[in-house]
């Protein structure tokens, strides 16, 4: 059963009355607190054994870390997420994977320059990302952003792990075309499930960033993250020309699976700590913005500093207070 304390409040709307009279108010206590004092700073309540509770700096402090973007964890996994993606994703999505792609096309039997096979794979890629974006995008919104991701995060152990063994198995297939071709399906279905996961990645995961982040800074961070991924793909390719430096033979025109293989593997383990950093983002930390309706009602505050500052009240209420005070008055 909730208790009422009996404060002195001013006109509505925090104006003082010009003959000085005011209003009292009941105002409903949580069970176990009363309220002992009341300041423009906040309110001081204490419980039934006389402990203090002030419960002001906890809001203001709450209230400040809402405000910078940085103290939210969601933010600080969406810079990195972004960060190791992009230095993995530099080094094996781009040239590395077209010139494995060429090496099995020749391996399949196919011209080096048939470039069919390079389009073929990066066009399911593309497609399966396509596809997937609308319905990941509605069921992260049915049944949480955060839980979409988390399963970004495990698809993505499960398409490191097929891409592994579509390499290696392409690698010791070199001598057979029908061993080939069956490598290079293994490639389908792995850069497939990498289109999933970029959806993710790019759904969810953004959507997320941004509910962590105020109104009002959502632009700038958006700027930084995008940065973030930027300069951080250039390091993927500086990486693959030292390793390619270290590993390619000189004299060959062209690289060979060999050669590839473990650039292309450095890149894929790489990608570990991207599934990694997917399972830590969580719904808790979005930053909840009010309705432009309710910001529309909010009430001045009260010129009096000793004053109690007044709840924001409904239309009914706002009458009641007002016929409350005009009886006063009277």
Not at 50 to 69: C, F, Q, R, V, W
Not at 286 to 305: G, H, I, Y
């Amino acid at each position: 059963m909730t208790k009422e304390s009996t404060v002195a409040s001013p006109e509505p709307y925090g104006s003082p009355s010009p003959s000085g009279n005011t209003s009292s108010i009941s105002l409903p206590l949580l069970p176990g607190e009363s309220l002992v004092s009341s300041s423009h700073h906040g309110v001081n309540y204490e419980s039934d054994d006389g402990e203090p509770l002030n419960i002001t700096s906890e809001l203001l402090l709450e209230d400040a870390n809402e405000k910078n973007p940085w103290k939210n964890p969601n933010v600080r996994l969406s810079l990195a997420l972004c960060i190791t993606q992009g230095i993995a994703d530099s080094i094996w999505g781009a040239v590395v994977l077209s010139g494995f792609l060429y090496a099995l096309g020749v391996a399949m039997g196919k011209q080096s320059s048939d470039n069919t096979l390079v389009g073929a794979a990066e066009a399911v890629q593309g497609m399966a990302q396509l596809l997937f974006a609308l319905p990941i995008g509605y069921v992260a919104d049915v049944y949480g952003k955060a839980r979409i991701v988390r399963y970004g995060g495990a698809l993505t152990f499960v398409a490191v792990a097929i891409t592994l063994f579509a390499i290696t198995d392409a690698v010791h297939s070199q001598d057979s075309i029908p061993n080939a071709i069956h490598a290079y399906r293994w490639f389908l279905v792995a850069l497939g499930l990498w289109g999933i996961v970029g959806g993710v990645v790019s759904g969810p995961s953004q959507a997320l960033f941004a509910d962590s982040i105020q109104k009002g800074k959502r632009s700038s961070m958006f700027t930084l993250l995008y940065s973030s991924y930027l300069i951080a793909s250039t390091v993927g390719p500086i990486v693959s020309i030292f390793l390619f430096l270290k590993l390619s033979k000189k004299e060959a025109e062209s690289w060979s699976m060999e050669e590839i293989y473990p650039v292309f593997a450095v890149g894929l383990c790489l990608e570990v700590p991207c599934a990694v950093l997917m399972f830590f983002f969580s719904d808790k930390y979005v930053v909840e913005e009010p309705d432009d309706e309710s910001a529309t009602e909010q009430q001045p505050p009260s010129s009096n500093e000793n004053d109690l500052e007044v709840p924001l009240l409904s239309v009914g209420q706002e009458e009641s207070a007002a016929n409350l005070t005009s009886t006063t008055r009277s």
